[in-house]
């Protein structure tokens, strides 16, 4: 991480950030596939604690549904600042946007969803 964090000149945190929004993405992901989107969740939640470093930077995984279709959105502890590239947006996950912007943002998701299977 140290030389990622040289090379980039993001933050240790921001970075730990993304990595482990990343690996809370495929828990949920592959937990669905599976059946159990709650259980992805709840081992995401497990492991992340288990280094104070990583337990910071851990993102807030929760389920959001629209009708029959639910998907787990998260709130990234960190904002990696793809925003602040030529004609980007706020990411949905990003914690600077205030918190009914994000879920109306991740219902949109989850609509577009539909006809595919949540991640």
């Known amino acids: 991480m140290e030389t990622y964090h040289r090379w980039s000149g993001f933050s240790r945190h921001a970075l730990w950030s993304m990595v482990v929004s990343s690996w809370g993405a495929q828990f949920t992901s592959i937990a669905r596939q599976l059946g159990d989107a709650d259980w992805g969740i709840a081992e995401a939640r497990a492991l992340f604690v288990q280094h104070p470093e990583i337990a910071r ?46 879920l109306e943002r991740n219902r949109r998701w989850v609509r577009a969803q539909r006809t595919l299977a949540c991640a």
């Open 57 to 102: 930077a851990a993102p807030r995984l929760y389920e959001v549904s629209v009708g029959q279709t639910a998907c787990t959105c998260q709130r990234r502890a960190a904002c990696c600042l793809y925003f602040k590239s030529p004609g980007r947006a706020f990411c949905a996950s990003c914690p600077v946007l205030p918190e009914a912007e994000r």
